[in-house]
């Protein structure tokens, strides 16, 4: 079936930093690419998406670009801020509605 | 709109009680999803409803959990007995066909469990 594989956490960076966070997928078709982020106590918020091969979402500085090559969904942000501190979740949904999710990363930003 | 709704926000009860989770989707959502998310487990879909009809439970861990959604504003997630191990974040999200592959679902803030 259908699969995300993250990077493993924790990461911990420094404020200013750059950010990579590997993300990277199995599907028979063609899914919609999703990372979501969830601050601490609260619920999965979406920080962005892609729909097609080669599509770029972008959203509070976070990129990622949807590789159908390499099946891969990698997130990055230039500068990290301490604000940024969060777990991130890569997510896939393709047909049934039903999204499937990565295991998370925790990042923290230390000042 | 107000969002996803759950409550309570956060439970503590002991072994053996019965625990009620509660959600109230987006209005026009047609999809509703239960997760559960444990530090060893990640999240899992445990349920997921469509017109407020079951379509697939294959994550509801054991008999004990079993899920309603009685009407289009209102599902509820139930726990009878509870055991230690149910202690988790349970999450509730909705979405409404033909968006999913767009925008993702819409979730709750949670309603962290704990089973004494």
């Known amino acids: 079936g259908d699969s995300v594989t993250q990077m493993e956490g924790p990461v911990t960076l420094s404020e200013e930093a750059f950010l990579t966070i590997n993300c990277t997928y199995t599907a028979t078709g063609y899914p919609s690419l999703f990372w979501y982020v969830q601050y601490p106590g609260e619920g999965l918020q979406l920080l962005l998406k892609a729909t097609k091969a080669d599509d770029k979402g972008s959203n509070k500085g976070f990129e990622a670009t949807y590789r159908k090559e390499t099946t891969s969904f990698h997130l990055e942000k230039g500068s990290v801020q301490v604000s940024d501190s969060a777990v991130y979740f890569c997510a896939l949904i393709q047909g049934a509605q039903k999204l499937v999710f990565g295991q998370g990363t925790r990042l923290t930003i230390n000042p | 709109d107000a969002g996803v709704i759950q409550s309570p926000r956060h439970e503590v009860t002991e072994m053996g009680q019965e625990v009620t989770l509660r959600c109230k989707p987006i209005?026009?959502?047609?999809?509703l999803f239960w997760y559960r998310q444990t530090m060893m487990r990640g999240l899992e879909l445990l349920i997921y409803?469509?017109?407020?009809?079951?379509?697939?439970d294959s994550g509801m861990p054991e008999d004990r959990f079993s899920a309603k959604m009685p009407n289009a504003s209102f599902s509820t997630l139930k726990i009878q007995p509870s055991e230690p191990r149910d202690s988790a974040v349970y999450f509730c999200?909705?979405?409404?066909?033909?968006?999913?592959?767009?925008?993702?679902?819409?979730f709750g803030s949670g309603t962290r469990l704990t089973v004494v």
């Open positions: 209005s026009g959502h047609d999809y």
């Open positions: 999200a909705s979405s409404l066909t033909g968006t999913g592959g767009k925008y993702g679902y819409t």
């Open positions: 409803f469509n017109n407020n009809v079951p379509i697939d």
